[in-house]
């Protein structure tokens, strides 16, 4: 196998590891899919930094919920040599808040990937939302074009 191929793929199981352990509300396994000093950006939410915000910041969006499912829907990796890869991300979450209000969001991640001694984790994640429903309220957005964004592989700005 390529080097490029076994980068992929290492990455491609980095974004699913995160997306298991936000189905199973496992703070501590997700944020460990960050760099120290990594960046989590949710558009309209925060942009916490550094494992200790991240796991605070998600440990309060995650407070809410009975049962999320993070679901994988697309995606596509680009390397930039072998130590360093940006990708982008489409998902689907929907589940039951603890109030009983059913609740949908897609949206989309732009990610930058990096390797550490342990592997591949994420220096920075920016998602954006394009739909959201919950209970009866249903918004959306469209497509977020970020600078220099050309095909959307370079990651946050």
Same mark, same amino acid.
């Given at each position: 196998?390529?080097?490029?191929?076994?980068? =992929?793929?290492?990455?491609?199981?980095?974004?699913?590891?995160?997306?298991?352990?936000?189905?199973?509300?496992?703070?501590?396994?997700?944020?460990?899919c960050f760099v120290d000093d990594?960046e989590w950006t949710v558009t309209?939410?925060?942009?916490?930094?550094?494992?200790?915000?991240?796991? *605070?910041?998600?440990?309060?969006?995650?407070?809410?919920?009975?049962?999320?499912?993070?679901?994988? /829907? %697309?995606?596509?990796?680009?390397?930039?040599? /072998?130590?360093?890869?940006?990708?982008?991300?489409?998902? %689907?979450? #929907?589940?039951?808040?603890?109030?009983?209000? =059913?609740?949908?969001?897609a949206g989309v991640y732009h *990610?930058?990937?990096?390797? *550490?001694?342990?592997?591949?984790? #994420?220096? %920075?994640?920016?998602? *954006?939302?394009? #739909?959201?429903?919950?209970?009866? =309220?249903?918004?959306? %957005?469209?497509? &977020?074009?970020? &600078?220099?964004?050309?095909?959307? /592989?370079?990651?946050?700005?």
């Amino acid at each position: 196998m390529s080097d490029a191929v076994a980068v =992929e793929l290492a990455v491609r199981d980095l974004v699913h590891r995160y997306a298991d352990a936000v189905c199973r509300m496992d703070v501590d396994a997700a944020v460990a899919c960050f760099v120290d000093d990594g960046e989590w950006t949710v558009t309209g939410y925060g942009a916490p930094r550094g494992r200790a915000e991240i796991a *605070d910041f998600l440990r309060g969006l995650l407070g809410g919920w009975s049962v999320i499912v993070h679901a994988l /829907l %697309s995606g596509r990796v680009a390397l930039d040599g /072998l130590g360093q890869a940006t990708g982008r991300w489409y998902i %689907s979450e #929907f589940g039951l808040r603890t109030d009983g209000t =059913e609740v949908r969001f897609a949206g989309v991640y732009h *990610d930058v990937y990096v390797r *550490d001694d342990d592997g591949w984790r #994420f220096r %920075s994640r920016r998602y *954006d939302s394009m #739909f959201r429903a919950v209970g009866t =309220e249903v918004a959306g %957005s469209p497509f &977020p074009v970020l &600078p220099g964004d050309g095909e959307g /592989l370079t990651g946050p700005g």
